[in-house]
Protein backbone atom coordinates (compact mmCIF):
# COMPACT_ATOMS: atom_id res chain seq x y z
CA UNK A 1 0.00 0.00 0.00
CA UNK A 2 1.51 3.31 -0.74
CA UNK A 3 0.84 5.38 2.25
CA UNK A 4 2.95 8.30 0.25
CA UNK A 5 2.28 8.68 -3.47
CA UNK A 6 4.80 10.08 -5.81
CA UNK A 7 3.77 12.23 -9.14
CA UNK A 8 6.67 13.58 -11.28
CA UNK A 9 5.19 16.02 -13.39
CA UNK A 10 6.70 18.77 -15.54
CA UNK A 11 10.41 18.40 -13.24
CA UNK A 12 7.95 18.63 -10.35
CA UNK A 13 7.98 15.69 -7.75
CA UNK A 14 4.43 15.65 -5.87
CA UNK A 15 4.41 13.62 -2.89
CA UNK A 16 1.08 12.99 -0.71
CA UNK A 17 0.20 11.70 2.30
CA UNK A 18 -2.23 9.05 1.69
CA UNK A 19 -3.68 7.60 5.21
CA UNK A 20 -6.72 9.98 4.53
CA UNK A 21 -8.99 7.75 6.98
CA UNK A 22 -6.30 8.74 9.76
CA UNK A 23 -5.68 12.16 8.28
CA UNK A 24 -2.82 11.29 7.27
CA UNK A 25 -1.40 10.47 10.60
CA UNK A 26 1.92 8.70 10.51
CA UNK A 27 2.91 5.74 11.21
CA UNK A 28 6.41 3.76 11.14
CA UNK A 29 4.98 2.81 7.20
CA UNK A 30 4.50 6.36 6.28
CA UNK A 31 7.86 7.68 7.89
CA UNK A 32 9.63 5.53 6.27
CA UNK A 33 8.21 5.48 2.91
CA UNK A 34 8.38 9.32 2.80
CA UNK A 35 12.34 9.24 3.68
CA UNK A 36 12.44 6.84 0.93
CA UNK A 37 10.57 9.41 -1.98
CA UNK A 38 12.74 12.40 -0.13
CA UNK A 39 15.74 10.29 -0.98
CA UNK A 40 14.67 9.08 -4.46
CA UNK A 41 13.60 12.84 -5.40
CA UNK A 42 17.03 14.01 -4.23
CA UNK A 43 19.38 11.56 -6.29
CA UNK A 44 16.43 12.13 -9.73
CA UNK A 45 18.07 14.74 -11.34
CA UNK A 46 14.66 15.14 -13.55
CA UNK A 47 13.31 16.44 -10.02
CA UNK A 48 13.80 20.07 -9.61
CA UNK A 49 11.37 20.83 -7.02
CA UNK A 50 9.18 19.24 -4.71
CA UNK A 51 5.63 19.72 -3.13
CA UNK A 52 3.92 17.84 -0.15
CA UNK A 53 0.79 18.01 0.42
CA UNK A 54 -2.06 15.28 1.86
CA UNK A 55 -4.79 13.20 0.32
CA UNK A 56 -8.21 13.55 1.23
CA UNK A 57 -9.55 16.39 4.00
CA UNK A 58 -6.53 16.57 6.62
CA UNK A 59 -2.86 17.49 5.64
CA UNK A 60 -1.26 15.41 8.52
CA UNK A 61 -2.62 14.64 11.76
CA UNK A 62 0.60 14.03 13.62
CA UNK A 63 1.83 10.76 15.09
CA UNK A 64 -0.58 7.98 14.70
CA UNK A 65 -1.76 7.71 18.30
CA UNK A 66 -3.40 4.06 17.88
CA UNK A 67 0.65 3.42 16.90
CA UNK A 68 1.77 4.15 20.06
CA UNK A 69 -0.85 2.83 22.57
CA UNK A 70 -2.34 -0.83 20.70
CA UNK A 71 -0.55 -3.98 20.74
CA UNK A 72 3.18 -3.84 19.98
CA UNK A 73 3.21 -0.24 19.81
CA UNK A 74 6.72 1.71 18.07
CA UNK A 75 8.80 2.22 21.17
CA UNK A 76 8.99 6.18 22.34
CA UNK A 77 12.98 5.83 21.70
CA UNK A 78 12.38 4.89 17.58
CA UNK A 79 9.70 7.91 17.00
CA UNK A 80 11.94 10.94 16.67
CA UNK A 81 15.32 9.50 15.81
CA UNK A 82 13.81 7.30 12.83
CA UNK A 83 10.85 8.74 11.80
CA UNK A 84 10.81 12.15 12.30
CA UNK A 85 14.32 13.88 12.57
CA UNK A 86 15.29 11.89 9.58
CA UNK A 87 12.32 13.76 7.70
CA UNK A 88 13.33 17.05 9.06
CA UNK A 89 16.76 16.47 8.14
CA UNK A 90 16.39 15.48 4.08
CA UNK A 91 13.79 18.15 4.03
CA UNK A 92 16.37 20.83 4.95
CA UNK A 93 19.11 19.17 3.10
CA UNK A 94 18.01 17.96 -0.26
CA UNK A 95 19.07 20.23 -2.49
CA UNK A 96 15.93 21.01 -3.94
CA UNK A 97 13.17 24.02 -3.09
CA UNK A 98 10.62 22.06 -1.15
CA UNK A 99 7.08 23.75 -1.08
CA UNK A 100 4.82 22.24 1.34
CA UNK A 101 1.04 22.46 0.51
CA UNK A 102 -1.09 22.13 3.24
CA UNK A 103 -4.51 21.26 2.22
CA UNK A 104 -5.96 20.78 5.79
CA UNK A 105 -5.30 20.51 9.35
CA UNK A 106 -1.85 20.18 9.93
CA UNK A 107 -1.87 19.07 13.46
CA UNK A 108 1.27 18.35 15.94
CA UNK A 109 4.50 16.57 13.98
CA UNK A 110 2.24 17.26 10.55
CA UNK A 111 2.13 20.75 11.30
CA UNK A 112 6.21 21.08 12.05
CA UNK A 113 7.30 18.84 9.52
CA UNK A 114 5.13 21.67 7.16
CA UNK A 115 6.79 24.17 9.09
CA UNK A 116 10.37 22.79 8.02
CA UNK A 117 9.21 23.07 4.27
CA UNK A 118 10.95 26.36 2.25
CA UNK A 119 7.87 27.66 1.22
CA UNK A 120 4.40 27.12 3.12
CA UNK A 121 1.33 27.94 1.55
CA UNK A 122 -2.06 26.62 2.75
CA UNK A 123 -5.88 26.53 1.57
CA UNK A 124 -7.99 29.00 3.62
CA UNK A 125 -10.04 25.95 5.56
CA UNK A 126 -6.47 24.67 6.00
CA UNK A 127 -5.06 25.47 10.51
CA UNK A 128 -2.34 24.51 12.56
CA UNK A 129 -1.98 23.23 15.83
CA UNK A 130 0.83 22.45 18.04
CA UNK A 131 -0.82 20.02 19.35
CA UNK A 132 2.06 17.83 21.74
CA UNK A 133 1.26 19.47 25.04
CA UNK A 134 -2.31 18.57 25.57
CA UNK A 135 -1.57 14.89 25.27
CA UNK A 136 1.44 15.46 27.68
CA UNK A 137 4.01 15.48 25.00
CA UNK A 138 6.52 18.49 23.99
CA UNK A 139 6.62 20.06 20.41
CA UNK A 140 8.99 18.27 18.26
CA UNK A 141 10.00 17.06 14.43
CA UNK A 142 11.72 20.88 14.73
CA UNK A 143 9.21 22.72 15.39
CA UNK A 144 11.54 24.10 18.44
CA UNK A 145 13.36 25.12 16.03
CA UNK A 146 11.64 26.77 13.45
CA UNK A 147 8.53 28.15 14.90
CA UNK A 148 10.33 30.78 17.30
CA UNK A 149 12.42 31.93 14.36
CA UNK A 150 9.04 32.54 12.21
CA UNK A 151 6.71 33.95 14.61
CA UNK A 152 8.95 35.57 17.38
CA UNK A 153 9.47 33.61 21.02
CA UNK A 154 6.65 35.21 22.92
CA UNK A 155 4.02 33.81 20.25
CA UNK A 156 5.51 30.44 19.41
CA UNK A 157 5.78 29.89 23.07
CA UNK A 158 2.03 30.69 23.70
CA UNK A 159 0.93 28.42 20.57
CA UNK A 160 3.65 25.80 21.84
CA UNK A 161 2.13 25.58 25.34
CA UNK A 162 -1.57 26.40 24.64
CA UNK A 163 -2.51 24.18 21.85
CA UNK A 164 -4.06 27.20 20.37
CA UNK A 165 -5.59 26.32 16.42
CA UNK A 166 -4.11 28.76 14.08
CA UNK A 167 -6.51 29.72 10.96
CA UNK A 168 -4.15 29.85 7.88
CA UNK A 169 -5.18 33.72 7.28
CA UNK A 170 -3.91 34.07 11.12
CA UNK A 171 -0.64 31.93 9.86
CA UNK A 172 -0.05 34.14 7.40
CA UNK A 173 -0.43 37.09 8.87
CA UNK A 174 2.06 36.36 11.57
CA UNK A 175 4.11 35.01 9.34
CA UNK A 176 3.95 31.43 10.23
CA UNK A 177 3.81 30.39 6.49
CA UNK A 178 4.21 32.20 3.11
CA UNK A 179 0.18 32.59 1.60
CA UNK A 180 -3.19 31.32 1.79
CA UNK A 181 -5.40 30.83 -0.73
CA UNK A 182 -9.21 30.10 -1.07
CA UNK A 183 -10.19 26.59 -1.02
CA UNK A 184 -11.10 27.03 -4.69
CA UNK A 185 -7.91 28.54 -5.94
CA UNK A 186 -5.78 26.61 -3.61
CA UNK A 187 -4.79 23.22 -5.69
CA UNK A 188 -4.00 25.48 -9.10
CA UNK A 189 -2.18 27.99 -6.90
CA UNK A 190 0.22 25.59 -4.96
CA UNK A 191 1.00 23.47 -8.74
CA UNK A 192 1.68 27.02 -10.68
CA UNK A 193 3.89 28.01 -7.28
CA UNK A 194 5.81 24.45 -7.63
CA UNK A 195 6.21 25.04 -11.64
CA UNK A 196 7.38 28.30 -11.28
CA UNK A 197 10.05 26.81 -8.54
CA UNK A 198 11.22 23.97 -11.19
CA UNK A 199 11.93 26.55 -13.22
CA UNK A 200 14.14 28.18 -11.57
CA UNK A 201 17.66 28.21 -11.60
CA UNK A 202 17.61 24.93 -9.37
CA UNK A 203 21.23 25.69 -7.93
CA UNK A 204 20.76 28.78 -7.00
CA UNK A 205 18.22 27.97 -5.15
CA UNK A 206 19.67 24.77 -3.13
CA UNK A 207 22.28 27.10 -2.60
CA UNK A 208 20.29 29.80 -1.24
CA UNK A 209 18.81 27.25 1.60
CA UNK A 210 22.18 26.79 2.73
CA UNK A 211 22.63 30.07 3.13
CA UNK A 212 19.50 30.10 5.06
CA UNK A 213 20.43 26.95 6.38
CA UNK A 214 23.27 28.43 8.21
CA UNK A 215 21.84 31.91 9.24
CA UNK A 216 19.71 30.02 11.37
CA UNK A 217 23.37 29.46 13.66
CA UNK A 218 26.12 31.70 12.66
CA UNK A 219 27.47 35.32 13.62
CA UNK A 220 27.06 38.02 11.38
CA UNK A 221 31.18 37.77 10.00
CA UNK A 222 30.69 34.58 9.62
CA UNK A 223 27.65 34.54 7.75
CA UNK A 224 28.77 36.79 4.95
CA UNK A 225 31.42 35.03 4.25
CA UNK A 226 28.78 31.94 3.88
CA UNK A 227 27.34 34.19 1.22
CA UNK A 228 30.68 34.88 -0.25
CA UNK A 229 31.23 31.28 -0.70
CA UNK A 230 28.03 30.50 -1.87
CA UNK A 231 28.02 33.25 -4.51
CA UNK A 232 30.98 31.67 -5.87
CA UNK A 233 29.58 28.63 -6.17
CA UNK A 234 26.39 30.59 -8.33
CA UNK A 235 28.52 32.10 -10.08
CA UNK A 236 29.75 29.06 -11.86
CA UNK A 237 26.49 27.15 -13.11
CA UNK A 238 25.01 27.31 -16.55
CA UNK A 239 22.01 29.15 -15.36
CA UNK A 240 23.61 32.17 -14.30
CA UNK A 241 25.33 32.36 -17.14
CA UNK A 242 21.53 32.15 -18.78
CA UNK A 243 20.46 34.55 -16.48
CA UNK A 244 22.57 37.39 -17.16
CA UNK A 245 22.73 36.06 -21.37
CA UNK A 246 18.48 36.31 -21.09
CA UNK A 247 18.53 40.13 -19.13
CA UNK A 248 20.82 41.52 -21.47
CA UNK A 249 19.32 39.85 -24.85
CA UNK A 250 15.64 41.20 -23.29
CA UNK A 251 14.70 37.73 -23.47
CA UNK A 252 12.96 34.80 -21.00
CA UNK A 253 15.76 32.83 -19.58
CA UNK A 254 15.53 29.32 -20.12
CA UNK A 255 17.09 27.42 -17.05
CA UNK A 256 18.43 23.83 -16.88
CA UNK A 257 19.22 23.51 -13.30
CA UNK A 258 22.92 22.87 -13.88
C1 LIG B 1 -6.19 10.15 14.18
C2 LIG B 1 -5.26 11.13 14.56
C3 LIG B 1 -4.05 10.71 15.13
C4 LIG B 1 -4.78 8.53 14.89
C5 LIG B 1 -6.96 12.12 13.76
N1 LIG B 1 -3.84 9.40 15.28
N2 LIG B 1 -5.95 8.86 14.34
C6 LIG B 1 6.13 12.22 18.95
C7 LIG B 1 6.66 11.33 19.94
C8 LIG B 1 6.01 10.12 20.26
C9 LIG B 1 4.74 9.84 20.20
C10 LIG B 1 3.70 10.68 19.81
O1 LIG B 1 3.85 11.62 18.82
C11 LIG B 1 4.87 12.39 18.50
C12 LIG B 1 4.60 13.46 17.56
C13 LIG B 1 3.18 13.97 17.48
O2 LIG B 1 2.74 14.22 16.41
S1 LIG B 1 2.31 14.20 18.93
C14 LIG B 1 0.75 14.85 18.35
C15 LIG B 1 -0.14 13.77 17.80
N3 LIG B 1 -1.31 14.32 17.17
C16 LIG B 1 -2.37 14.75 17.87
O3 LIG B 1 -2.40 14.76 19.08
C17 LIG B 1 -3.56 15.23 17.07
C18 LIG B 1 -4.74 14.32 17.32
N4 LIG B 1 -5.85 14.70 16.46
C19 LIG B 1 -6.64 15.75 16.69
O4 LIG B 1 -6.46 16.52 17.60
C20 LIG B 1 -7.79 15.95 15.75
O5 LIG B 1 -8.10 14.73 15.14
C21 LIG B 1 -7.54 17.01 14.66
C22 LIG B 1 -7.47 18.40 15.32
C23 LIG B 1 -6.24 16.72 13.89
C24 LIG B 1 -8.71 17.00 13.66
O6 LIG B 1 -9.92 17.14 14.36
P1 LIG B 1 -11.32 16.85 13.63
O7 LIG B 1 -11.41 17.64 12.38
O8 LIG B 1 -12.38 17.07 14.66
O9 LIG B 1 -11.25 15.32 13.17
P2 LIG B 1 -11.36 13.99 14.07
O10 LIG B 1 -10.76 14.22 15.40
O11 LIG B 1 -12.77 13.50 14.02
O12 LIG B 1 -10.38 12.99 13.27
C25 LIG B 1 -10.78 12.38 12.04
C26 LIG B 1 -10.34 10.95 12.05
O13 LIG B 1 -8.90 10.90 12.04
C27 LIG B 1 -10.77 10.21 13.30
O14 LIG B 1 -11.01 8.88 12.93
P3 LIG B 1 -12.49 8.21 13.12
O15 LIG B 1 -12.29 6.80 12.67
O16 LIG B 1 -12.85 8.37 14.54
O17 LIG B 1 -13.34 9.02 12.20
C28 LIG B 1 -9.55 10.31 14.19
O18 LIG B 1 -9.49 9.30 15.15
C29 LIG B 1 -8.44 10.19 13.18
N5 LIG B 1 -7.23 10.82 13.68
N6 LIG B 1 -5.78 12.34 14.29
N7 LIG B 1 -3.09 11.58 15.47
Known sequence: MELVTLTIE???????LNRPEKFNA???????????????????????????????????????????TGENPVGFEKILSEHYN??????????????????GVAAGAGANIALCCDI????????????FTKIGLIPDSGGTHFLPRLIGFQKASALM?????VSAMEAERI??????????DFQD??????????????????????????????????QLQNEDRLQYQAAHTE?????VAAFMEKRKPVFKGR
Open 239 to 243: DYQEG
Open 120 to 131: VVASESASFIQA
Open 26 to 68: FNRNMALQLQGILDQCAQDESVRALCLTGNGKAFCAGQDLGEV
Open 175 to 184: GMIYKYFADA
Open 10 to 16: KNVAYLA
Open 189 to 222: AAKQLATQLAEMPTRALALTKKALNASMHTPFEE
Open 161 to 165: MLGDK
Open 86 to 103: PIVQKIRSIEKPVLCAVN
